[in-house]
C-alpha cells in the first residue's frame, strides 16, 4: 500500500483584473483561495492539487512512475431553500434542482449560476426573498459557499367597506374590515330611534331590508351601504324621546344628584401627605413609624434590628453554632488530623554511613547524614596506592592499602565503599515529639478554644452595632436599637404605635364649598341641552328629519 503524506503550502496570489485557473482541457474556474493544499505520495509524485473552493485536481501514476492522467473534481456548494409558509406556494429552479416543498435542497460545483423562480398559491402573495436572495423578481445566485435563501408567503387580504346613512350608527361592524383570502363575515343591520331601515345595498345592489348579511368565501373587495329613512323627530344620541322632548340623566363626576338641592354633591376631601392615610375616627392622617432597618418593636417604641456578629481575624461566623471558628493551628511540618484531634507529623530519619573496617583515619567513618541518598553520594574513601617493583620484571606494581578487594584504577587510586544506616530514634519536627509511631503535637487555637468534637477553634462572636444604633437596654431586651422616624415630617404617637399629622381639605375638580349645606357642590353636567329642575334630567329639543 502507498503511504501517502500532505503537505500545506501558503499561495499569496496578488490579483487585480487576472484570474488565476486551475486545469488544463476543462472548464476553468476562477479561483481566489489563499491556501491549495498539495498531496505527495511515497515516492514524493503529486498525486493531488485542492482549492478549498472550487475542487482540485489528481493525478494517476502507472507502476514505472508514468503519469496516465489528470482530472478535475468540482467541489459541491450546497444551497438549502425555505418557505416561511408551506402553503404559499412554490419555488423551482430553472435547472429543476430545486422543487419545493418535495426538494429544498441541493449541491452545484463551485462558480455555478442558479435562478430561482417564487410562484404564490392562488390565496396568497408573494412578498419577497431573504437570505442570500433580496426583492420580489427571479432570484439569481452564484454558487461560491453554502447558500441559504427564504422565501416569504403571506396570505391575501381584501377590505369590505361597510357604512350606513345618515350616520355610522346602524351597521355593525363597520368602517373599513380587513378579510383574509375565502373567509366569511357577517354584518348586522339594526334599528335606530326615529329611523326605519329602509334598503341595504351590496356592492350598489339592493338586497332590500335586511338585518344581517354574510359574504361567504371573500376573494374581492366589497362595499356595503345601509340606507336609513327619518320617520320623526329624532334625538342626539344617549338621549330618549319622551313627549316631544329628548331627555337622559345628568352627569355628576366624582359625585351623587341631590335632588333636594339639584346639584352635584360629595363630602369634603381630606387630603394627607404622601405616605398617611386618612382616619376619620383620629381625625388625622396617619402613617406606620419608618425604621432603616429592621422593624418597629411596639413594645419599646423603637426600631429594633439583631446586632453585627464580628470575629477576630482568621475566624468566621458559624450560625449554626452561633459562633467564630476557624481551623485549628498545628507547628511547622505537619497537619491536623481529624480522625485523632492532635497535630501529625511524619519522623524523618538521618543516615550514619560505616565503613567495612574501623580505621580512625577514615574521614566518612561514622558521619552523619540528613537522607539516605546523600549518605550513599557521600560514603566511600579514596586513597593513593603504594608502589614497589616487581622483583622479576623490574616493573611497578601498585597495591591498594585497603586490601586486595580493592583494586587500583589508572591514576593509581583505589576506593573504598561503606553502607548506609538508619541513626534511631527518628527526627521530629521542632514541636512535635515521638509517640512511638509518628510525630505529634497538640492543635493551638489563637483565640479562644478548641472544640475536639467539631475540630475547630471557637470564641464567642463580638456584638457591634451600625453607626446611629445603640445595644437595646432594658428587661428582655436584644440586638440595636433605633429612634423610628415619620415621613412627612410627622410625630411618632408611642400611646398608639404610629406617626401622625394634620390633613387638608378640598373639593376636588370643579366643585367648591357650600357652607350651606356642609358638601361639595357643583351643577348637574349635560352633554348637550340643560338641566331641568322640574324632571331632574338633561333635556334637549328633538331634531326634525331633514
Not at 125 to 148: E, H, L, P, R, V
Not at 253 to 260: F, N
Not at 294 to 317: E, F, L, M
Not at 437 to 446: D, E, G, P, Y
Request: hydrophobic residues 25%.
Amino acid at each position: 500500500m502507498t503511504e501517502r503524506r500532505q503537505m500545506n503550502f501558503k499561495l499569496i496570489v496578488w490579483l487585480s483584473a487576472a484570474l488565476v485557473l486551475i486545469g488544463t482541457g476543462f472548464n476553468a474556474v476562477p479561483s481566489f483561495a489563499e491556501t491549495i493544499h498539495y498531496t505527495y505520495d511515497d515516492l514524493n509524485r503529486l498525486t493531488a492539487m485542492e482549492d478549498p473552493n472550487t475542487g482540485g485536481v489528481l493525478y494517476e501514476y502507472d507502476e514505472v512512475g508514468n503519469r496516465l492522467s489528470k482530472s478535475f473534481v468540482f467541489k459541491a456548494w450546497p444551497l438549502n431553500v425555505v418557505l416561511n409558509d408551506t402553503a404559499g406556494g412554490m419555488v423551482t429552479s430553472t435547472n429543476e434542482d430545486i422543487y419545493c416543498g418535495s426538494s429544498c435542497l441541493a449541491t452545484y460545483s463551485y462558480g455555478t449560476l442558479v435562478t430561482l423562480i417564487a410562484t404564490p398559491d392562488t390565496s396568497y402573495n408573494f412578498t419577497g426573498w431573504s437570505g442570500a436572495c433580496t426583492g420580489t423578481g427571479d432570484c439569481t445566485i452564484t454558487m461560491d459557499s453554502s447558500k441559504n435563501v427564504t422565501a416569504n408567503f403571506s396570505k391575501k387580504t381584501f377590505t369590505i367597506n361597510a357604512s350606513s346613512s345618515p350616520d355610522e350608527n346602524g351597521i355593525s361592524p363597520s368602517g373599513r374590515i380587513e378579510v383574509q383570502y375565502g373567509d366569511n363575515i357577517t354584518f348586522t343591520i339594526g334599528s335606530k330611534a326615529g329611523y326605519t331601515l329602509a334598503d341595504v345595498k351590496v356592492d350598489g345592489v339592493s338586497i332590500g331590508a335586511a338585518t344581517n348579511y354574510i359574504f361567504y368565501k371573500v376573494i374581492s373587495d366589497h362595499v356595503m351601504t345601509a340606507v336609513y329613512a327619518c320617520t320623526g323627530p329624532v334625538c342626539p344620541s344617549g338621549f330618549t324621546l319622551e313627549g316631544g322632548t329628548c331627555h337622559r340623566l345628568a352627569g355628576c363626576p366624582g359625585g351623587t344628584l341631590d335632588a333636594q338641592y339639584d346639584l352635584c354633591v360629595h363630602d369634603i376631601l381630606f387630603i394627607c401627605p404622601s405616605g398617611y392615610t386618612y382616619v376619620p375616627e383620629q381625625s388625622r392622617c396617619e402613617a406606620p413609624p419608618v425604621c432603616s432597618a429592621g422593624s418597629y418593636d411596639t413594645s419599646r417604641d423603637r426600631c429594633q434590628k439583631p446586632v453585627n456578629k464580628r470575629c477576630h481575624d482568621g475566624y468566621i461566623y458559624a450560625v449554626t453554632q452561633d459562633r467564630c471558628e476557624a481551623a485549628p493551628s498545628c507547628p511547622a511540618g505537619g497537619l491536623y488530623s481529624t480522625a485523632n484531634n492532635r497535630c501529625e507529623a511524619a519522623c524523618t530519619y538521618s543516615y550514619i554511613c560505616s565503613l567495612d573496617d574501623t580505621e580512625s583515619g577514615g574521614w566518612s567513618n561514622g558521619h552523619t547524614y540528613a537522607d539516605y541518598d546523600t549518605c550513599a553520594n557521600n560514603c566511600s574513601q579514596t586513597t593513593a596506592c603504594t608502589s614497589k617493583p616487581d622483583p622479576v620484571s623490574g616493573s611497578e606494581v601498585y597495591t591498594c592499602p585497603y586490601g586486595a578487594e580493592n583494586t587500583c584504577d589508572g591514576s593509581h587510586n583505589c576506593t573504598r565503599t561503606g553502607s548506609c544506616s538508619a541513626k534511631i530514634p527518628c527526627n521530629c519536627p521542632i514541636g512535635y515529639s515521638w509517640n512511638g509511631a509518628i510525630c505529634v503535637a497538640r492543635a493551638t487555637c489563637s483565640q479562644g478554644n478548641f472544640d475536639g468534637d467539631n475540630d475547630v477553634c471557637y470564641h464567642s462572636y463580638i456584638p457591634s452595632c451600625d453607626t446611629g444604633w445603640s445595644f437595646a437596654i432594658g428587661s428582655g431586651a436584644s440586638g440595636c436599637s433605633q429612634k423610628a422616624s415619620c415621613p412627612s415630617g410627622g410625630t411618632l404617637s408611642t400611646k398608639y404605635d404610629t406617626c401622625y399629622t394634620d390633613s387638608t381639605t378640598d373639593c376636588g375638580s370643579g366643585y367648591t364649598w357650600d357652607p350651606d349645606i356642609s358638601r361639595c357642590r357643583m351643577s348637574p353636567q349635560c352633554p348637550t341641552g340643560s338641566y331641568s329642575t322640574t324632571s331632574d334630567r338633561c333635556e334637549t329639543a328633538a331634531i326634525s328629519c331633514p
